[in-house]
Every structure is written in C-alpha cells, then in structure tokens.
T-cell receptor, first 113, second 114 residues
C-alpha cells in the first residue's frame, strides 16, 4: 500500500483567506483524489487529479473555489479559496491502487473562523 | 445514481460482543464494495473489500460478504475489542459513469466499552 502524507495536519484560518493543502505519496501514482468530510458527515469527492491534465470536478465543486495542481506523479495540492465557515471540514487526499481500492492520507482538519 | 446506505449509529457494545453493521447499496451491475475504518483523529484505512458476488472480505477478525441478491455488504465481527472503537464507512466503486470515484455511506460510529 502507498504511504501518503498531508500538510498541514490542521489549521485555523480567517474567513476570506485561502489555504493550500499538500499531498505527498511515496510512490508514483496515476490518479489522486481529493475528498471533503464535513463535521459528522461522510466523505464527498471534490475532484480527481491526473498528472498532466486538468482536474475533473464533481458536481457542486468548481475550480475557482478549489484549484488543484498535479505537477508530478507523487504530489498534488488543493487550495481552498476565499474561505467561509462552511468550508470547515477535514480534507483528505487519496490515491488509486491496483486492487481497485483507494488509500487515504491522514487528512487536514480545517477550521474557518 | 449509485448510493450506499448504512445503519445509523452510534452502536454501543460491551467488549467481546458480536458486531453487525448493516450496509446496503444501489448500483447498476456489479460494483466493488469496501469497508473503511476511521480511528479518532486519523484518516481512513481500508479494512476489507469484495469485488464480485459471494466474495467474502476479511481482515482483523472482521468479515463482510457481497450479497447481490440482497444488495448488501454487512460488516461482522464475532468479538469486539475496545480498540475497535471507530467510525466505519461502507463504500462502493461503480462500473458505469465515473468508475474511479468511491461513493461512501454516512458512516457508523462504534463504541466498545470494557
């Protein structure tokens, strides 16, 4: 299984600012994913990030709000822009594995005040 | 579209009790099915999976069988421990549309007391 790290692990931000979350994988992977887990809720896919192409966003998520970069096969960033308290969530990145499953990073816990 | 329904929690058990967490799904064809576990303050860990009908996934004493006829993938463990206290998510990966995404249930919190 892949080892995935995320930075920062948590942050408290003021409304109107932006935060960039980094996701690093210890091996090369084609597909990376970004999920949001709102307090007490399940996970919702924000977007799929493939290296060398634009990220594909799910319904309800837009690039202006959640720009994603995927500069190489081991790294991706998600930016949460112009934050509001409703953006307070845990943001998780994951990677697709050969066996059809996904492996997840530890998550970034974001609180917007 | 595809969806997953889990029993609501919390599920509260005494140590060594039998555990069942129900999960049913709606999907076209034969999706892959997964159970993930989230321990307090941590990310998600894959617990077990099944990719075709009648497959049984198992890990760490947990089991789940892919039942096509009842569209279910219930999680079971014969004797829970305090260390099993966590949130358990059932998920599927469909075979039509966006086949890369995981669709999660709402999660079931398990609390095990000594």
């Amino acid at each position: 299984s892949a080892v995935i790290s995320q930075k920062p692990s948590r942050d408290i931000c003021q409304r109107g600012t932006s935060l960039t979350i980094q996701c690093q994988v210890d091996s090369q992977v084609t597909m990376m994913f970004w999920y949001r887990q709102q307090p007490g809720q399940s996970l919702t896919l924000i977007a799929t990030a493939n290296q060398g192409s634009e990220a594909t966003y799910e319904s309800g998520f837009v690039i202006d709000k959640f720009p994603i970069s995927r500069p190489n096969l081991t790294f991706s960033t998600l930016t949460v822009s112009n934050m509001s308290p409703e953006d307070s969530s845990i943001y998780l990145c994951s990677v697709a594995a050969r066996g059809n499953e996904q492996y997840f990073g530890p998550g970034t816990r974001l609180t917007v005040t | 579209g595809d969806s997953v329904t889990q029993m609501e929690g919390p599920v509260t058990l005494s140590e060594e009790a039998f555990l069942t967490i129900n999960c049913t799904y709606t999907a076209t064809g034969y999706p892959s099915l997964f159970w993930y576990v989230q321990y307090p303050g941590e990310g998600l860990q894959l617990l077990l999976k099944a990719t075709k009908a009648d497959d049984k996934g198992s890990n760490k004493g947990f089991e789940a069988t892919y039942r096509k006829e009842t569209t279910s993938f219930h999680l079971e463990k014969g004797s829970v421990q305090v260390s099993d206290s966590a949130v358990y998510f059932c998920a599927l990966k469909g075979v039509f549309g966006n086949t890369d995404k995981l669709i999660f249930g709402t999660g079931t919190r398990l609390q095990v007391f000594p």
